[in-house]
């Protein structure tokens, strides 16, 4: 699958709202794919980065639950750059894109949802082998 900046999308989730508080779901056919991993990152210090890589094969959909932060993603020719600051509203990273996630507000909480379980040989870390990658 060729992927570029473009196929990167904002996905809305379904939102029940209700005057004791609002509640979103991910169930069904939202992600295009089988749930195989939740991990959350959260107590990111001012002016830390997270992300820096691209997965081989593994999709992943970030929602901001609190606060917010952006998400740089890269093709190897263009990128694009998403604001998450809705817990209704999450990014769906296809696999073959770079990711970088910076600018995270005080208190921010960042919910990854993964179609992988952990696999280091799914990762590529080097910008430049990502580069590579692409041709």
């Not at 004791?20 to 794919?33: A, Q, T």
Request: aromatic residues 10%.
């Amino acid at each position: 699958m060729k992927t570029t900046v473009n196929t990167a999308e904002i996905i809305s989730l379904p939102k029940i709202e209700d005057r004791r508080g609002n509640l979103s779901v991910i169930e069904g056919k939202i992600l295009p794919y089988t749930i195989k991993r939740v991990y959350y990152l959260y107590d990111v210090p001012g002016g830390a980065e997270r992300g820096g890589h691209s997965h081989i094969e593994q999709q992943e959909f970030l929602i901001a639950l609190s606060g917010s932060f952006e998400v740089v993603i890269k093709d190897g020719k263009e990128e694009k750059t998403f604001m998450l600051n809705r817990p209704d509203q999450g990014l769906l990273i296809p696999q073959g894109l770079w990711r970088e996630l910076m600018n995270f507000s005080s208190g921010a909480v960042c919910l990854v949802i993964a179609s992988g379980e952990f696999l280091e040989k799914d990762y590529i870390r080097d910008f430049d082998t990502f580069l590579e990658s692409k041709k």
